[in-house]
């Protein structure tokens, strides 16, 4: 069965300072690979898909499929960052079940 | 545009007793959607697949009987959680699925549902 570790619960950085949110995933196949977030007091949303290749708010996400990792990744957080990150893992595409990490809480101090 | 609703947003309940959550996706019809349940301050795991005119497939160890789903519409899944217990309080979330083709497919979450059963 395939499993998604996000291995910090919460991460502290300052403004300005980079980011690097960790993903790692256990799966056989080829899957695919989605960074989720969730603002305060609000709904899941898609940040990211490994497929689309793009950066969205300045986040950057590849693929390893080496080290089986999905690193997101930011050059200079924001304040506006401070959100909890989830990591998740399907099988043939975004309509399809997702497996969710365990998530990360993001904490941009000024 | 892609808004999905639930209702209610919380709901307190006697052990013992059924409670009905609804999912609506109000601008897009959804032939799949999912339901999630989510502990406090862990993950989201998924419970059921919802698909519309079919039955509901489960995940292994959730009891189809204890969370029955309903997908009648296009718009609308229900999630009934019979003769709940205490065991039963969680965050409950559904999704549902925007078919832009192939992998660009894209879940859209609704808000949750606070679910506490005294």
């Known amino acids: 069965a395939q499993r998604v570790t996000q291995p910090e619960k919460l991460l502290s950085v300052f403004k300005g300072a980079p980011v690097e949110l960790k993903c790692n995933y256990s799966y056989s196949g080829s899957p695919e690979l989605f960074w989720y977030v969730q603002y305060s007091r609000q709904r899941l949303q898609l940040l990211l898909r490994h497929i689309s290749r793009e950066s969205i708010k300045g986040f950057t996400a590849d693929l390893n499929k080496g080290e089986t990792s999905f690193h997101l990744k930011k050059p200079f957080a924001q304040e506006e960052d401070s959100a909890m990150y989830y990591c998740a893992l399907s099988i043939g595409g975004g309509g399809n079940k997702l497996t969710f990490g365990t998530g990360t809480q993001l904490k941009v101090e000024l | 545009g892609a808004v999905v609703s639930q209702h209610p947003s919380w709901v307190i309940c006697k052990s013992g007793t059924s409670v009905k959550i609804e999912c609506r996706s109000l601008d897009f019809q959804a032939t799949t959607m999912f339901w999630y349940r989510q502990f406090p301050k862990q993950s989201l795991m998924l419970m059921a697949t919802s698909n519309e005119g079919s039955k509901a497939t489960y995940e292994q160890g959730v009891e189809k009987d204890k969370f029955l789903i309903n997908h009648a519409s296009l718009t609308l899944s229900t999630l009934t959680v019979t003769s709940a217990h205490p065991e039963d309080s969680s965050f409950y979330i559904c999704?549902?699925?925007?078919?832009?083709?192939?992998?660009?497919?894209?879940?859209?979450f609704g808000p949750g549902t606070r679910l506490t059963v005294l």
């Open positions: 999704s549902a699925v925007i078919l832009a083709g192939g992998s660009y497919n894209e879940q859209f």
